[in-house]
């Protein structure tokens, strides 16, 4: 083979290796170059544990995993992945659509828990207060409920009370119409007996005023 040729293959073979050196180049600075300004808080998807990668592209080697539900701090985005930052505070690339913008339940859960502590307190709260409110009217109407039978019970002491007294004082006006009846009929007889009296002593006395006149005559 001519030596000519062998250059030739030589020099097409290192521009090739040129080549691809230069494109590996361009696409690992392509990320920082192309990288959107999008940062904020971001959790990792519910549905699984995610692969993290050192680059933007599935031809990158996988680096780790991240927990279904873990925080990362969103530093940029590029075609289909984001880079984080995760706990341990290294950066790595993930899958786009593997991150949420809202905390998964794994996040929620320690606030969900308080909540329901805190209303379970309120509750109890509210029923210890209704058991102490309830307690208290049902005092107040025994309460009342004993006076009102005080009450019904002296009411009926006064009636029996008041039916005695009617009956002694209907007792007491008959005797009274008695008694009245006797004292007339003793004024009655009374008057009865001095119009007999002076009757009687009007007869009598004239019949001696003459007796006396007539044996004064004789002497």
């Known amino acids: 083979m001519p ?24 696409i690992a600075v392509t ?26 592209t599935d031809g990158y080697r996988i680096v780790g995993t991240l927990k279904s539900g873990q925080k990362v701090e969103l530093l940029s985005t590029q075609g289909d992945y984001s880079q984080v ?8 690339w993930i899958p786009t659509s593997d991150l949420q913008e809202t905390p998964g339940p794994a996040e929620h859960v320690p606030q969900l828990t308080q909540q329901v502590t805190d209303l379970s307190g309120k509750l109890q ?17 025994d309460s009342r409920k004993a006076l009102i039978d005080e009450l019904e019970a002296r009411s009926k002491a006064l009636s ?24 007339l009929m003793r004024y009655m007889v009374y008057g009865g007996s001095i119009a007999g009296a002076g009757l009687l002593a009007g007869l009598i006395l004239p019949a001696m005023t003459r007796g006396r006149k007539r ?3 004789w002497f």
């Open 160 to 183: 029996a009370e008041l039916s005695d007294a009617q009956s002694e004082l209907r007792t007491t006006q008959a005797r009274l119409g008695d008694e009245n009846k006797q004292v």
């Open 31 to 56: 990320p920082v170059a192309q990288a959107e300004e999008s940062t904020g808080a971001r959790w990792v998807s519910d549905n699984l544990s995610t692969y993290v990668r050192s680059g933007p």
């Open 215 to 217: 044996n004064d005559r």
């Open 85 to 92: 930052r995760g706990e341990g505070g290294s950066n790595v």
């Open 3 to 26: 030596l000519s040729h062998h250059f030739s293959s030589f020099f097409h073979g290192s521009r090739g290796v040129a080549t691809g050196v230069f494109a590996g180049v361009i």
């Open 125 to 141: 709260t509210i029923d210890d207060s209704w058991k102490s409110r309830v307690q208290g009217m049902q005092e107040t109407l």
